[in-house]
């Protein structure tokens, strides 16, 4: 069975930092896409940021220069690196796997994301 585990969520202050880590398992960790997507209230569901299985990357053009995502393939993990945090990066963050050739995808519980002063 497949469970990818958000965690390091939280309350920052504007200019903070946090790191969200997905931790994958029952999953072949190193042939999917991983993303980091987020869905602030009453507002669809974005992508953030993806790596693939070549470790490309793409950011949303508003984290970019803020935000950086990361994979440890030996630790089945993708990590999120937030820094510079804006009270409207507050959002529910949720980790994201698409097979690279496979129509397969697993989405993340959800972490929550605030930031407020």
């Known amino acids: 069975q497949v469970q990818l585990a958000e965690s390091g969520g939280g309350l920052v202050q504007p200019g903070g930092s946090l790191r969200l880590s997905c931790s994958a398992s029952?999953?072949?960790?190193?042939?999917?896409?991983w993303g980091w997507y987020r869905q602030a209230p009453g507002k669809q569901r974005e992508l953030v940021a993806s790596?693939?299985?070549?470790?490309?990357?793409k950011y949303q053009d508003s984290v970019k220069g803020r935000f950086t995502i990361s994979k440890d393939n030996a630790k089945n993990t993708v990590y999120l690196q937030m820094n510079s945090l804006k009270p409207e990066d507050t959002a529910v963050y949720f980790c994201?796997?698409?097979?690279?050739?496979?129509?397969?995808?697993?989405w993340g519980q959800g972490t929550q994301v605030t930031v407020s002063s």
């Open positions: 029952g999953i072949f960790f190193s042939i999917y896409t």
């Open positions: 994201h796997a698409d097979h690279e050739w496979q129509n397969i995808q697993h």
């Open positions: 790596v693939s299985s070549g470790r490309s990357t």
